[in-house]
């Protein structure tokens, strides 16, 4: 009996050792480190909470204006393509998180950037390095989500140039386990600045919609001018790797398919990526796509740091995460 209770004991440790830890923080590398300690891999609560902020934010305002305008487009089969790309200040191999897992700071970054150019007339590029050095309750490379980036702005009321004193990005070699960041905060210079007279996160509806009305709401947010914020968790380190692939060895006019990675179980390898989704072309109905501004640098045929992705997706998309269950795997946000 004693024995059978060991076995018990062991067998159950063994399912822990595998299962309980099946989204965390620490994974092992594949054969990219880099790209693989960038990927956001918070524990389960941490990822809970990103899911209720999300819930719980504001809806995005939909222009009525813009609504009949798209509407009045597809049914004429007109093409209504739009590319904010030009709003953002940037050097394409240097807009590299590296191994930090502060994708969720540049996406954020790159939203206020295009409001400074529509706004102000102005084209600059904010620093990075002033949230990854001054925000002190977490280490920005251990990821975070648009609400965080949001508060933390709020609370300052101004955003800074990437060219101020020690404001430029240094941390592209630090990662979550290291808990802080090389550049102290009092070093960085916090003048010049931009003062942020407002700012709030919205959520652009597209789960419980139909895929055309998720399209359509998308759209309306990037013909206001407003930058998207793109959040999507793979469940998978075999589809991380894929996705790693992708980027390394396809050219920017590769189109990339998110619905490959519906359905599935989560294993040590789950985890989310930011980006920013700056603009679309549907100049062919048949295959139009999202536009999509990534921060890992240059790479292969990607001069410009960009990939696209498939518009006609599943926005639906659901992967299951053992101890929580199944979860939407896509956010829309500006």
Excluded at 95 to 111: D, F, K, L, M, P
Excluded at 169 to 196: E, L
Excluded at 284 to 289: I, K
Aim: aromatic share 14%; net charge negative; glycine share 10%.
């Amino acid at each position: 009996m004693k024995n059978r209770f060991m076995w018990m004991i062991l067998g159950l440790f063994l399912f822990l050792a595998i299962t309980g830890n099946g989204w965390s923080q620490d994974v092992l590398p594949n054969n990219n480190d880099s790209l693989n300690a960038s990927i956001m891999r918070p524990d389960r609560e941490t990822r809970h909470k990103w899911k209720e902020d999300y819930k719980k934010a504001p809806r995005a305002v939909i222009d009525d204006g813009i609504k009949a305008r798209l509407l009045r487009a597809q049914a004429e089969s007109v093409s209504t393509s739009v590319n904010l790309l030009n709003y953002i200040q940037y050097t394409p191999s240097e807009r590299n998180q590296g191994s930090c897992g502060n994708c969720w700071v540049w996406a954020g970054t790159g939203i206020m950037e295009i409001a400074l150019g529509v706004q102000n007339v102005i084209n600059d590029r904010f620093s990075i390095q002033f949230l990854n050095s001054c925000k002190t309750d977490f280490y920005a490379c251990c990821g975070g989500n648009l609400t965080e980036f949001i508060s933390w702005y709020g609370g300052q009321g101004f955003s800074i140039p990437w060219t101020n004193s020690n404001a430029s990005f240094a941390d592209g070699t630090r990662q979550c386990s290291y808990g802080s960041s090389i550049v102290s905060c009092g070093s960085i210079s916090t003048t010049p600045d931009y003062p942020i007279t407002s700012i709030q996160g919205q959520v652009i509806t597209t789960t419980g919609v139909s895929q055309s009305t998720a399209i359509a709401d998308i759209k309306n947010i990037l013909n206001q001018n407003k930058g998207v914020w793109f959040a999507f968790w793979l469940a998978r380190q075999s589809d991380w790797n894929a996705f790693f692939n992708f980027w390394d060895n396809q050219s920017e006019s590769t189109l990339w398919n998110p619905d490959l990675y519906c359905g599935k179980t989560a294993d040590a390898g789950a985890g989310g990526h930011a980006v920013l989704i700056v603009g679309y072309n549907d100049d062919n109905p048949v295959n139009p796509y999202w536009i999509v501004l990534n921060s890992w640098g240059t790479a292969g045929g990607r001069p410009n740091g960009l990939f696209q992705m498939k518009m006609n997706m599943n926005y639906s998309c659901q992967n299951y995460y053992p101890g929580y269950g199944w979860d939407y795997d896509r956010e829309f946000e500006t």
